[in-house]
């Protein structure tokens, strides 16, 4: 659809819709620039409280993704007004308050409309220095993959709502979203990062995919070693997936390769659409135990190297165009 419109051409919009980036940026000075995202979501769990922690996550997310400091935040909301009552929009508002001030952002007000079903988000402001916004398509040849949070929540919450996932195991995995990216974008600052993006709805396929394409270069993945949350395996051996999957595999399925030979579900993992999901970020192999030291050092404990970065293959006959994605 954007492609119908005039592209922006003003020279202080640094990042715009041109990309697959994360937020936009707009320079406000030499040293100081603007960046600019907003997110709502359906509720993935019952709790509203929880429910507004989590979309707050996913929406603050982006902002850590570009290397921005969220500042401010506006509530985004939907909600069917003589369908539910309203304390349950008071504890979907206080969740995500409590989240906005965790990550040292202020509520700056917000819009409500009258929806047919919940729909929470924020719409975040943050600064970053021009010279250190963190872009998706600007990873290197020789770079380490580093993803930090497991994948696996579309499928857990769908194997939930069938009374399939242990209450022990969706207890972890709502905790692993509302946590939120704040301590891995600082401890990743600390570091030369190359490139960044957060997983989100197109998996971790389609969003490694936009970087891929976006450098002009390969991404190899182990599927091995990719963490993926308690209960994913029980989930797929019961028959459960998500109606995203099949999209998400339609989204990269001209430009990715699995030669793996492990199991089903961990082929079918990485379409998986994940809510307030893990940064994927691409450092210099030199750097990159350090980095994975300094994050488990920092509790993101379940932080993992699950690939490189190689130059541009080309995708083997009967196949057109390039390979971006190698899962091994």
Partial sequence: MLARLAPPTHPNLLVGVNTADDAGVYRLSDDLALVITADYITPPVDDPYQFGQIAAANSLSD????GGRP???YNLVGFPV???PLDVLGEILAGALQTVVEAGAVLAGGHTTDD???????AVNGLVHPDKIWRNNTAQVGDVLILTKPIGSGVIFNAAKKGLVS???????????IHLNKTAAEVLARYTVHAVTDITGFGLAGHSMEMAIGAGLTFHFELGDIPVMAGVKGAYDEGVSTGANKENRAFVHQAFRMDSTLPDWRKEIIF???TSGGLLAAVPQAQARDVLRDLHAHGVALAAVVGHVSPLEDRPTPNTGHTHLIFH
Avoid: W
């Fill in 63 to 66: 902002i850590y993704a570009m």
């Fill in 71 to 73: 500042i401010t935040a």
């Fill in 82 to 84: 003589g369908e539910l």
């Fill in 116 to 122: 047919l079903e919940p729909k929470f988000g924020l």
């Fill in 167 to 177: 209450p022990a195991d969706l207890k972890r995995v709502v905790e692993n979203l």
């Fill in 272 to 274: 998986d659409p994940q």
